[in-house]
């Protein structure tokens, strides 16, 4: 579990990057930590982990600060900068490094490059030649190399391709069902809402908004479609719901699916679609959420 509390870091002459910001990642779960560029994330994420200093407040893994876990790579799996490894080394010298600082058996190295699906002759190649997504899987295999329990991604999936996004979000997801924690950060909404359980959105260094994702789904409404679309207009007027029609008739709204699937079910109309209004609907969620730090909204 991370606890992160009212925590703010002021730059220079009283530029505030983090500010008075507080949430948790619970065990088991996958929390996307959200925001446009600049939003304070990797600075948050950066204070985690003990790279940078609060100006005020807390943040603690499991109860304790970073900087006082004896061994934080058996405890704490952190990538924060793909680009930050040693770019002379390779990729199986970062890892056997990192290895034997740890304390961890050889075989370890060769079990994180089969995982992260790095072949032998890229794991002898030095990392100035990676490319940006074959650096990120070995920015998961050193992450993951001493069986952490908790891990704390910055940007995870930057980088790599649809099929590597694709085998990331499977590798988190089984890791928070065996129990881990993860927290990891994006600007990409599409990236996060299909591996996040809770969601933490931050925007000009402040929380915007926080919950699971289905909390913030519902909170973004219904959308709900019935062969004889006049007749669920009707419904729907009947039962004092706000609710508008688009041009597909297709009629959204902002109660829940429950009370539109009540509602139509009272009028004895057979629904062909009822859902939350996700996808388009969690995007503009977000872009409104952190309206005034987008660099294109704000320009606007
Ligand atoms: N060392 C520093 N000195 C001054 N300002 C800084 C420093 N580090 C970060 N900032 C500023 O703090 C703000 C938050 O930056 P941060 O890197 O945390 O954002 P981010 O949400 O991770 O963005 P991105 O998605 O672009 O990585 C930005 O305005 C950034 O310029």
């Given at each position: 579990m991370i606890t992160v509390e009212s925590l703010t870091k002021t730059y220079g002459r009283g530029f505030t990057a983090v500010d008075d910001v507080s949430f948790s990642a619970a065990t088991g779960r996958v929390t996307g930590f959200l925001g446009p560029n600049g939003a304070g994330k990797s600075t948050t994420m950066r204070i985690m982990?003990?790279?940078?200093?609060?100006?005020?407040?807390?943040?603690?893994?499991?109860?304790?600060?970073?900087?006082d876990l004896p061994n934080p790579g058996r405890e704490v799996g952190v990538l924060l900068d793909a680009s930050a490894q040693h770019a002379g080394r390779t990729g199986r010298e970062i890892l056997t490094v990192a290895q034997r600082t740890m304390g961890l058996?050889?075989?370890?190295?060769?079990?994180?490059?089969?995982?992260?699906?790095?072949?032998?002759?890229?794991?002898?190649?030095?990392?100035?030649?990676?490319s940006l997504g074959m650096r990120q899987r070995l920015g998961i295999a050193t992450a993951l190399l001493g069986d952490p329990h908790v891990l704390i991604l910055d940007e995870p999936a930057n980088g790599l391709d649809p099929a590597g996004i694709r085998w990331m979000r499977d590798l988190l997801r089984g890791y928070a069902d065996r129990g881990g924690t993860v927290l990891l950060s994006s600007h990409l909404l599409h990236e996060i809402e299909v591996i996040a359980d809770d969601l933490v959105v931050i925007g000009n260094g402040r929380i915007v908004a926080r919950g699971t994702k289905a909390e913030l789904l519902e909170a973004i409404g219904t959308v709900a479609r019935s062969k004889d679309a006049p007749a669920l207009a009707r419904a729907m007027e009947e039962a004092d719901l706000a609710f508008t029609v688009h041009a597909d008739g297709s009629v959204h709204t902002e109660v829940g699916p429950e009370r539109v699937g009540e509602v139509a079910h009272a009028a004895g109309l057979a629904l062909t679609e009822l859902r939350h209004a996700d996808g388009a609907?969690?995007?503009?969620?977000?872009?409104?959420?952190?309206?005034?730090?987008?660099?294109?909204?704000?320009?606007?």
């Open positions: 982990v003990g790279l940078t200093p609060a100006t005020a407040g807390t943040a603690t893994i499991d109860g304790r600060r970073f900087t058996p050889r075989a370890r190295v060769e079990q994180m490059l089969e995982l992260v699906s790095l072949t032998d002759e890229e794991a002898d190649r030095r990392v100035r030649n990676y609907g969690l995007e503009e969620m977000f872009l409104e959420l952190t309206a005034d730090t987008q660099r294109e909204g704000a320009a606007a």
